[in-house]
């Protein structure tokens, strides 16, 4: 089975513009994306997810309702094996800062480097199809 990445953006588009960004690695069966649109979303998703499937969760910072910032915590509880990415247009000190200390495994700026999340993506299907 594929790797599963979700992505959790409560903008419709995202879905669309990740799917181009990474058709290729997703024909190729690489790794699997689903979508939440938004942090509740994500959580079921997240406890639904069986554990060898689900490797990344890439969450965008601002969203109504629970933030990215307010689900970064209660997903590192429920899986604290799974990296979270965070997607931020404000990547400001004070941002970064908080999705450290909540634990988040990167962030990211928009508009997204695609190569580098590529790249990113790539070290995590390295150490997922290490682990034991």
Known sequence: MSGLILVVDDEPDVEELFRQQFRKDLR???FVMEFAQSAH???ERVDSAESAELIL???DV???GMSGL???P???RARPDVPVIMITAYGDQDTRRKAAEAGA???FTKPIDFPELRGE???VLDAAANAP
Request: avoid cysteine; proline fraction near 4%.
């Open 57 to 59: 969760i890439l969450s």
């Open 70 to 72: 307010d689900l970064l």
């Open 105 to 107: 495994a990167g962030l």
């Open 74 to 76: 209660k997903a590192r």
């Open 62 to 64: 601002n969203m109504p």
């Open 41 to 43: 979303a994500a959580l």
């Open 121 to 123: 993506i790539g070290r």
């Open 28 to 30: 190729a069966s690489r």
